[in-house]
């Protein structure tokens, strides 16, 4: 126990190391070129008056907050401890529990800092590092000039993101990983690749400085790379479901199958777990996609409506598929499809209009029935609790047809322009889908690679996976000693 802890310890410190290294080589020529930005930025705060955080807004984020908090503990524990067997159960909440604490931590020590602030087009800086600067009067933009929310509540949002990413890869290599592996490799996987991706897509300075064109390139120059290219992503589909999806893809091929797969029967333990885990995070995903408009106002409203209706389709287009094709629906089927509908609306929530909602919706409950059944035998992968299925998968078709259906012609918002302050009177669904396909790739490589190498890293320090003896027996006696059950 001990020597597995050094361990942890050190390969932390390394990650911490080498991601502030990163940042500190990077981020002095990027200061020398915002110098005269800034100076500008600092007389016109000077002449202005302090913009105030809007109350309710704030009581909106706070509320969205504790509901994505609700997504992961109890609604992914739950969906995800069903989904196992009963020797297996107590291990997946464990690691959802101690994930999130983990994450929790670590955002607050170098993550936000390094997601949501200035620094690089891939990586942010340590402006925010142990939250130093932050206090109960600092604030954050929002998507609207002159707008703005406390930066704590913003703080702790985007801390929830990060929780529930991270629990989200666990699931596709469920009951044969070490329990000391999984909590190295979120430390590695976390830093590396949800910390750029997140900065990459949705750090930008805000909007209140754009006064005309000049200035919005300035602004749009000191984005994430991604955001610079025009990637769509209201809430996750790139950073949190694409991201996720491939690091638990990777993770089922190099820690191999479960013993006996394909030969024993291996069905979800209960069903009435895996019910209420889907309907809390429906629920919970009203404060994910709402909440990320980062006000209370029509946007959230619109974003709130798709994810109910977008949901709702999804279920019924699973459902329906697979009453067609194995002559009989499913609880099983109907709470996959609920979550398959969750990750597919979350790019596109605040984009698209609700009958777009409900075709994305009922394709993503069709395609990702596919996921969890062709493409997965196609792939011969033991993905236990099908993450690429649905949040790969998912995540994918929600983030290109976020591309088509944000077309103003078809219900959308369009792009905002805020030189005019306005939709934009020009949008092209081919652009968009190519910008859309460059967000999805980058995520897909830049995990993937990512993911691979910290699984090979882990495996070398501490291994990855537990003794055969202990896989048979069921991890939560021979590695957290208790039972969910007694016989």
Known sequence: MLTWMKRLLAGSAMALAIGATSVM?????????????AAAAAAAVAAAPALVPNKADTAWLLVCTALVI???????????????????????????????????????????????????????????????GITPDSVAATFSKGV????????????????????????????????????????????FSYL????????WPGPDDIKDAASLEAITARAGWLWQKGVLDFAGGTVVHINAAIAGLVGSFVIGKRLGYGKEAMKPHNLVFVMIGASLLWFGWFGFNAGSALEANGSAVLAFVNTLLATAAAVLGWSFAEWITKG????????????????????????????????????????????????????????????FGVHGVGGILGALLTGVFADPALGGTGIWDYVANAASS??????????????VIVTLIW??????IAFKLVD?????????????????????????YES
């Open 148 to 191: 703005v929310i406390p930066e704590f509540v913003f703080m702790a949002f985007q801390a929830a993101f990060a929780t529930i990413t991270c629990c989200l890869i666990v699931g596709a290599f469920a009951e044969r990983a070490k329990f000391s592996a999984i909590i190295l490799f979120v430390i590695l996987w976390f830093t």
């Open 196 to 203: 750029p991706i997140a900065h990459m897509v949705w750090f």
């Open 328 to 387: 009989k629906p499913s609880m099983l089927g109907a709470a996959s499809g609920c979550v398959a509908g969750l990750v597919a609306i979350t790019p596109a929530a605040g984009f698209v209009g609700p009958m777009g909602a409900l075709v994305i919706g009922a394709l993503a409950g069709v395609v990702c029935l596919w996921g969890v059944s062709g493409l997965k035998k196609m792939l011969g992968s033991d993905d236990s609790l099908d993450v």
């Open 460 to 484: 070398i320090v501490i291994g990855l996976r537990v003794k055969e003896d202990a896989e048979r027996e069921g991890l939560d006696i021979t590695s957290h000693g208790e039972s969910a």
């Open 426 to 439: 020009e949008y092209s669904i081919p652009s968009q889908l190519w910008i859309q396909s460059q967000g």
């Open 70 to 132: 609700l997504m992961t503990l109890p609604g992914l524990a739950l969906f995800y401890g069903g989904l196992t067997r009963s020797k297996n159960i107590l291990s997946v909440l464990v690691q959802c529990m101690f994930i999130f604490s983990l994450v929790t931590v670590l955002w607050s020590l170098y993550g936000y800092s390094f997601a949501f602030s200035e620094g690089g087009a891939f990586i942010g800086g340590l402006d925010r590092l142990f939250l130093q």
């Open 25 to 37: 080589v990077a981020s002095p020529a990027f200061a020398d070129e915002a110098k005269p930005v």
């Open 447 to 452: 995990s993937g690679v990512v993911s691979y």
